[in-house]
Nanobody
Framework: QVQLVESGGGLVQPGGSLRLSCAATGSAFNTYVMSWYRQAPGKQRELVATISTGGTPTYSDSVKGRFTISRDNAKNTVYLQMNSLKPEDTAAYYC?????????????WGQGTQVTVSS
């Protein structure tokens, strides 16, 4: 199984920055599509950003231009650089892996890291 550990969350002021990291175990990290999701209290989990195996990023409209997803395949790690943070970015952020297991697409999740944007 794939195991994911997120880190880097915390309390920041509006306009501040954080960098989240997700370290993955597994023997085929370079074949994984990696994503960041977030979930605020009382809200459904939403997709924030995705990065392809080749490093091509995709972002939700709410974070486009402010967040940057990247990956370091040599370190089995995906990052989310979060700039110009807003109170509405407050949520638990989760790392996600999509991979094929047999003929089924399977999702793996980390435990989450809390991001709070407040004055």
């Amino acid at each position: 199984q794939v195991q994911l550990v997120e880190s880097g969350g915390g309390l920041v002021q509006p306009g501040g920055s954080l960098r989240l990291s997700c370290a993955a175990t597994g023997s085929a990290f370079n074949t994984y599509v990696m994503s960041w999701y977030r979930q605020a209290p009382g809200k459904q989990r939403e997709l924030v950003a995705t990065i392809s195996t080749g490093g091509t990023p995709t972002y939700s409209d709410s974070v486009k231009g402010r967040f940057t997803i990247s990956r370091d395949n040599a370190k089995n790690t995906v990052y989310l650089q979060m700039n110009s943070l807003k109170p509405e970015d407050t949520a638990a952020y989760y790392c996600n892996v999509r991979k094929l297991v047999a003929f089924t697409l399977v999702n793996y999740w980390g435990q989450g890291t809390q991001v709070t944007v407040s004055s």
